[in-house]
C-alpha cells in the first residue's frame, strides 16, 4: 500500500494534528498526519495535493510540498510505503476540517499528551531529530 503524508507545521514548528473519529478505517481515535492512499496514475505529490483538499478543504500546489523521505514498514498486514512531505503553513490557509473530529497544532514537547498513531509516531520523530 503507498499512501502519502503531510507533516504540516506553522511557524513555531507545531505539528498540525489530525484526531480521527471513530469510524475511521485506520487507527480510530487517535492523532495522525494528514494524507492517504495514492490512486493509480498519482504521482505522491499529487495525492497529497488531493487528501488535503478532501481532508481539510486547502488548496496547496506540488511545488509547496517540500520531500522528506519514505518511511517504510509492515502496517495492517502486508508492507506500507508512506511517502512523507512537509507543508509549511505560514499563515495563509484557512482550515475546514472534512474528515476526523478535530485537529490542533501540537508543539513537539507536547506529543506525550496525545494518543498518538503507531505510524505517525516514527516519522514524527525522524522528522524532528532531522532538524537538530
Known sequence: MAVALAIITNKRNEVLLQHRDGNAPTNPNKWGL????????????????RE??????????????EFLRVHRGNYFGGNWEGHIFHLLDEGG????????????????????????????????DDYFQNLS
Open 34 to 49: 494528514w494524507g492517504g492512499g495514492i490512486e493509480k496514475g498519482e504521482s505522491p505529490e499529487v495525492a497529497l495535493v
Open 52 to 65: 488535503l483538499k478532501e481532508e481539510l478543504d486547502i488548496d496547496v500546489g506540488v511545488d509547496q510540498l
Open 93 to 124: 490557509f484557512r482550515y475546514n476540517l472534512q474528515e476526523g473530529d478535530d485537529l490542533k497544532f501540537v508543539p513537539r514537547g507536547q506529543f506525550d499528551s496525545f494518543d498518538i498513531d503507531s505510524i505517525a509516531r516514527p516519522i514524527l
